[in-house]
């Protein structure tokens, strides 16, 4: 049956005029909005609606709040945030694997390649060598999640970035198994650098095709270190 229509508070009026704005530009990332008081006036409600108003577009990740004295309620930048808060959420209430997350970026990063091969600037591949020669070092995992970013940075779609830095931001919480070998980070980083070859020589197809067969081998490597280390638990508990 139906159920009674409710008019709209006032605070969710404020809400979307300011969300339309946003949306279609006249408030751009960065704009500062104008204070409370004049908020009040301007829109010929209480300061109460108007806060309300503020700390759900806060909650939306619309905006941010900053602090100081030229501090204020600002219009936020598009990032992976409010995706990865809620990859975190699931993370904590241990509904996401290692696996689930590899399978994931299957489905992401071996097209997000091809269209880096396509469209990366002098400026992002000039990103790519630098992290490919810096090479992994000590901090292997690191490196390797941000050539990942790098990657893409690279292919230029915005939707690419925020799921593929929300994706690494949660892999980077995830207990692994015990650490890569050196011959592992070799490996790693020489697929790094096909990968690379692949974008800046403009092969697309060529570079769909090695990340999805690198994200394949870091799963195979993560899993027999794993076997590994299970079967030395095994022998020290006979």
Do not use: W
Not at 102 to 117: D, G, Y
Not at 204 to 227: G, N, S, W
């Amino acid at each position: 049956m139906l159920s009674p229509v409710r008019a709209p508070r006032v605070y969710e009026h404020i809400v979307a005029q300011l969300e339309r704005a946003i949306y279609e530009g006249r408030l751009q990332p960065g704009d500062k909005l104008p204070p409370e008081r004049q908020l009040v006036r301007d829109v010929h409600a209480s300061r109460v609606a108007v806060r309300e108003a503020l700390r759900i577009l806060e909650h939306r990740g619309l905006v941010e709040v900053r602090q100081g004295s030229a501090g204020g309620h600002f219009i936020r930048e598009v990032n992976a945030g409010l995706v990865a808060r809620d990859f975190h959420t699931l993370l904590r209430l241990g509904r996401v694997s290692l696996d689930q997350l590899i399978e994931a970026r299957l489905l992401i990063e071996p097209e997000m390649a091809r269209l880096a091969a396509l469209r990366a600037t002098e400026v992002e591949l000039k990103a790519l060598r630098c992290a490919v020669e810096e090479g992994p070092g000590p901090h292997a995992r690191a490196f390797h999640l941000a050539f990942h970013r790098l990657v893409a940075d690279a292919a230029r779609n915005p939707i690419h970035v925020a799921l593929t830095n929300a994706v690494m931001d949660v892999e980077e919480q995830l207990p692994l198994p015990p650490a890569l070998t050196a011959e592992d980070s070799l490996r790693l980083h020489a697929a790094h650098r096909e990968i690379l070859d692949a974008i800046a020589f403009r092969r697309p197809d060529d570079a769909r095709a090695i990340m999805h067969a690198h994200i394949i081998d870091v799963q195979q490597r993560l899993a027999r270190r794993d076997a590994d280390r299970s079967s030395v638990r095994t022998v020290e508990a006979s």
